[in-house]
């Protein structure tokens, strides 16, 4: 398995514009995470699936991001205007219980960069 | 409400120094602790948890319930060592960790 996938893995948009970001989980993983990461704030949760169904949204910045998972081997990510204040590195990961709990596994990221 | 401080952004010691990555924790129920490690050009990886009690690449780190919690310790760095350290908690019931901010680890030659 090449692990999880994300892509793009650089964007650059405009404010105003609406960007998509993409990722696919571990094949067999029923749990699924975006995070964001910043230099301030270090990563934050922002969003979870279990089993395709959102858990806890709660630290989804505002009305302006939201989330998807269709079905078990893709989900995305959107923002909708972008303002430059979103731009982080935007992280993918997904797990599934294990007996010595649970160990996310993490794509390797989308840098976003609102300008 | 769950919550993760690492008070350090940037340690930095020379190669063969002791090092100590310092992270503590609130959660009013038994959490599992983690510590995730990020090198430079690479995706987070787990790099040990509290439950395994295990020792990779000479790191160590040990639930201190008292005092609430999860340095992380290595005798000796080394300059491979170098990357960013992440100490994470999961909460009972709930399958989202919840991380630090971070600690920037140099090890200089």
């Known amino acids: 398995d090449a692990g999880v996938i994300q892509s793009p893995r650089h964007e650059v948009t405009e404010m105003g514009q609406e960007v998509t970001l993409r990722c696919k989980p571990i094949?067999?993983?029923?749990?699924l995470f975006w995070y964001r990461q910043t230099m301030m704030r270090g990563l934050e949760l922002l969003i979870y699936?279990?089993?395709?169904?959102?858990?806890?949204d709660s630290g989804m910045p505002e009305d302006r991001f939201s989330a998807k998972m269709p079905n078990a081997s893709f989900s995305t990510l959107k923002i909708q205007p972008s303002e430059p204040r979103d731009s982080a590195v935007y992280f993918c990961?997904?797990?599934?219980?294990?007996?010595?709990?649970?160990?996310?596994?993490f794509g390797q990221g989308t840098r976003l960069t609102v300008v | 409400a769950q919550r993760v401080t690492q008070p350090e952004k940037l340690l930095s010691v020379f190669k063969g120094a002791p090092v100590e990555l310092k992270c503590n924790y609130s959660y009013s129920g038994s959490p599992e602790l983690f510590w995730y490690v990020q090198y430079s050009r690479q995706r987070l990886q787990l790099l040990l948890r509290h439950i395994s009690r295990e020792s990779i690449k000479g790191f160590t780190a040990d639930l201190n319930k008292g005092e609430t919690s999860f340095h992380l310790k290595k005798p000796f760095a080394q300059e491979e060592d170098s990357a960013m350290y992440y100490c994470?908690?999961?909460?009972?019931?709930?399958?989202?960790?919840?991380f630090g901010s971070g600690t920037r680890l140099q090890v200089q030659p």
């Open positions: 990961a997904s797990s599934s219980t294990t007996g010595f709990g649970t160990e996310a596994f």
């Open positions: 094949s067999g993983h029923n749990s």
């Open positions: 994470a908690l999961l909460g009972t019931g709930r399958r989202a960790l919840t």
């Open positions: 699936f279990n089993n395709n169904v959102p858990i806890d």
